[in-house]
């Protein structure tokens, strides 16, 4: 896991993935994503907090080879031949498995990397030359337990690990329309999520129920929205935030994306 080289500490990224099409669109969204992944240092391997893997207990992949999941349906064929070949990292996964001590996480080998993780890394990382590794979330806890565990994650940082969390701040699919809006709703919580974050307030965040109601038409279920608290988790008080892809499509989507470095 370390080299001989200087290991530099990484940021800790959240992109809001959106559709899967945005792994061959080239769009504003993709090459955002793009400009992220060359302007980062090259991580020594990639730990992803994807909202398409929930759980009951908390997994990480602990394959040498993962496979590309195609976890949506009717899609254009050139989809389903898009290849993410990056390598596992058993070691990795052992050692997070022993680092984390709140709560047990178990080895996977059945799993491997879904639409959360390859659709943005095709984009940011397209040699796939960089080991990845997906934690689960374990769907049975609580906000707080997902946020206080991502806390024991921090020292990957300065190990030259990436740690990407992979979702969408707001994300109503039964509310979606197939353009290029953004409902009233959508806007008011994706704003009061932006100022939370830059005023420090994670707490209010880690209880978004209580925003009202823009989150509860935001978040109808949350596993969108956890990664989100995984990433916060991770800053440290020197930290700066830049936000990327911070727009509203589809009515009901937010691509809102932000580093922590």
Known sequence: MDSDNEIIRMPAIFVGH???????EDNEFSRQWADIGRRIPKPEAIVCISAHWETKGTMITAMEQPKTIYDFIGFPQALY???????????????????????????????????????VLCRMFPDAD?????LSLDFSKEPAFHYDLAKELKPLRSKGILILGSGNIVHNLRMMVWQDQAYSWAVEFD???????????????????????????????????????????????????????????LGSISMRSLIIA
Do not use: C
Not at 18 to 24: H, R, T
Not at 100 to 109: A, E, G, K
């Open 130 to 134: 960089i080991p990845v590794l997906q």
């Open 18 to 24: 959106g559709s899967p099409m945005n792994a061959i």
């Open 81 to 119: 031949e898009i290849k993410y070949p990056a390598k596992g990292a058993p070691e990795l996964a052992n050692f997070i498995k022993a680092m984390v001590r709140q709560t047990p996480v178990y080895s996977d080998l059945g799993w491997g990397l879904d639409h959360g993780t390859w659709s």
């Open 191 to 249: 704003d009061t999520v932006k100022h939370l974050i830059l005023s420090g307030d994670h707490e209010s965040l880690v209880r978004y129920p209580k925003i009202g109601e823009a989150a509860r038409l935001s978040i109808p279920t949350n596993e969108h929205y956890l990664p989100l608290l995984y990433i916060l988790a991770l800053q440290e008080k020197a930290d700066k935030i830049e936000f990327f892809a911070d727009k509203i499509t």
